[in-house]
């Protein structure tokens, strides 16, 4: 099992960057492919970012490209969405999550493949 902990969110203007974090309180990331969910104030939570269990492969949303990018650190156990270029409708609670399976090719970018998630941490972006 793993416990997912985020960090890094707060109140930013438009323009500016965040980077958020997740590191793992429980278990260990090695071997897991990893994302970056979000959910706004009366929506749907959506998908942002993942990345598989080497780092190589990544994928985001149509929304995010080019302004998002997603890293981790195996040795350090930690994921990293580095948010550049923030906009309004980036305000969310940003999700770290992960799912089962260590050494798969499968990127959980629906829900519905997220077996653990974080507690969430608020994104605020102030035009």
């Known amino acids: 099992q793993v416990q997912l902990v985020e960090s890094g969110g707060g109140p930013v203007q438009a323009g500016g960057s965040l980077r958020l974090s997740c590191e793992a309180a429980k278990g260990t990331f090695n071997g897991l492919a990893m994302a970056w969910f979000r959910q706004a104030p009366g929506k749907e939570r959506d998908f942002v970012a993942a990345v598989d269990w080497t780092g190589g492969i990544k994928t985001y949303a149509d929304f995010v490209k080019g302004r998002f990018t997603i890293s981790r650190d195996n040795a350090k156990n930690t994921v990293n969405l580095q948010m550049n270029s923030l906009k309004p409708d980036d305000t969310a609670v940003y999700y770290c999550?992960?799912?089962?399976?260590?050494?798969?090719?499968?990127?959980?970018?629906?829900?519905?493949?997220?077996?653990?998630w974080g507690q969430g941490t608020q994104v605020t972006v102030s035009s």
């Open positions: 999550a992960t799912k089962e399976g260590r050494f798969r090719t499968i990127l959980p970018q629906t829900t519905s493949l997220v077996d653990y």
